[in-house]
């Protein structure tokens, strides 16, 4: 973990202010503590989570989408397996084209790993896309083996999905249909809005808050892209209903 991009950022934001670190980038970490740190200008790194997220739904829904403000080399490994799956990836400078026209997705193997292997927070979403694909692929989670709670959802919806141990099995392309589901977490959620983008139907998908600590203006971004969503509060026996559902 001590390696990702974003401790790399943390640590270039406090050497800036004064800190005394070394190793950022490497397995150890070494710090020195000081009396005090003082301001400095700093520009944060891209989302690199949100980019695949986004980068997952322009596979989806087929046609070109243009992802600005992201920095390609962080996201190489869902560059590859979506490569993989055939879909067409070019990249700029800080922007990703993404585009699978009518090609039919093909299978793959995803195992989570740390950075720069394929990160956890992306294979719940890009599990909604493998629904889509043919043959059978397998997602194993090496980082958190309990991070299968949208595959239920995803069952609500006709996918073809069974969890054996720390792994996924999903069989496809199945079709999937609106239906309500709950987001149990934010990329959980990120995984059923994905989902509910491929799916006949309306899907109605509560837990968003959950969506909202890692997603900003989903629902107006979704918009711009030609997507029909919207949010909407539900109502007491409409809260009742899905809490059964769990």
Known sequence: MLQEPEIID???????MGAK?????????????????????HM?????????????????MGDELLIDNVIPQHV???????REMGVFIEMGEDQILVSRGYQKL????????????FPTDLQQPLTSLLTQAEGTSIVTDTIYGS????????????????VEGRSAIIS?????????????????GASLVIAGLIANGITEVAGVEHIDRGYGHLVNKLRGLGAK???ESLDTEERENLKAQE
């Open 10 to 16: 943390v640590a270039t934001l406090l050497s800036s």
């Open 21 to 41: 670190i070394k190793g950022a980038g490497t397995d150890v970490i070494r710090i020195d503590g000081v009396d005090e740190l003082h301001g400095c200008r």
């Open 44 to 60: 944060i790194i891209p989302d690199r989570i949100e980019a695949g997220t986004f980068m997952i739904i322009g596979a989806a």
């Open 76 to 82: 190489e490994s869902l560059t590859a397996k979506l």
């Open 106 to 117: 093909k299978s793959a193997d995803i195992k989570t790993l740390v950075y720069p292997g």
């Open 147 to 162: 991070r299968f709670k949208h595959i239920d959802e995803l069952r609500r919806m006709g996918a073809d999905v069974k």
């Open 172 to 188: 496809g392309a199945v079709p999937l249909q609106g239906a309500r589901v709950k987001a149990t977490d934010l990329r959980a």
């Open 229 to 231: 969503i919207w949010r």
